[in-house]
């Protein structure tokens, strides 16, 4: 690195924030998906359970289609793409 006698300014510090942030964007999108559905699905399944008085099937079933659709979503986010 070649000596540099400036001092790095706010906006260095900006830039390098938002090119950070930009390739964090799919990880973190696909966090967001996983979490998400298993979240949905099982509050569906917990007020499902609450109307019906199933309980705890709503929940086992929410939760587990919950598990499946994150994770369709987390591979299909994270697949390498062409």
Excluded: C, H, N
């Amino acid at each position: 690195m070649p000596d540099d006698d400036r001092k790095p300014s706010l906006g260095d510090s900006l830039k390098s924030l938002q090119a950070a942030a930009t390739k964090a964007g799919p990880a973190a999108a696909a966090s967001y998906s996983l979490i998400g559905a298993i979240m949905v699905l099982g509050a569906a399944g917990y007020g499902i359970d609450a109307w019906l008085g199933t309980k705890p099937w709503g929940v086992m079933i929410g939760l587990g289609l919950g598990i499946v659709v994150g994770f369709y979503e987390l591979i299909k986010s994270t697949r390498l793409k062409p």
